[in-house]
């Protein structure tokens, strides 16, 4: 299965930035046990498409006691693409999770009026 994020631009005023966070829930997480892979070696990968002209940073905020560790994506028309991460880059969120959310900022109106983009493949991997 994939997930499709339809998104609008804000639509609030000024020229504060605004971001939409879509979180997993938490029996997900807690069946993915993400403790198991704490050792050196593996990567946090996904696959993400981008539909229509309007790219967008897809963020992977990953939450802990201490704050947020964070990577991101920059989507691209009409291409998958991967987004791939030493999970031991998020040293913080391994030693103590609580959320694994994706994350993207809200757009101004006048680029367009939806923003589409697929997430697939979410995985974490052995390096190799």
């Known amino acids: 299965r994939i997930l499709r994020v339809e998104t609008y631009p ?5 020229t504060n930035s605004t971001w939409t966070q879509l979180a997993f829930a938490d029996q997900w997480f807690q ?3 993400i ?20 790219s967008t940073l897809l963020e992977l905020n990953l939450y802990h006691d201490y704050g947020m560790d964070w990577g991101g994506i920059n989507t691209q028309e009409g291409k998958w693409i991967e987004y791939s991460a030493p999970l031991d880059s998020f040293a913080n969120w391994l030693d103590n999770p ?4 994706f994350s993207w900022l809200d757009w101004n109106a006048e680029l367009g009026d939806v923003c589409v983009f697929y997430i697939d493949n979410i995985r974490i991997e052995k390096e190799s």
């Open 10 to 14: 804000r639509t609030t005023s000024g």
């Open 35 to 54: 403790s198991r892979f704490k050792d050196q070696g593996y990567e946090l990968k996904f696959d993400v498409y981008q539909e229509g002209a309007f």
């Open 98 to 101: 609580k959320q694994f959310v």
């Open 31 to 33: 069946t993915l046990d």
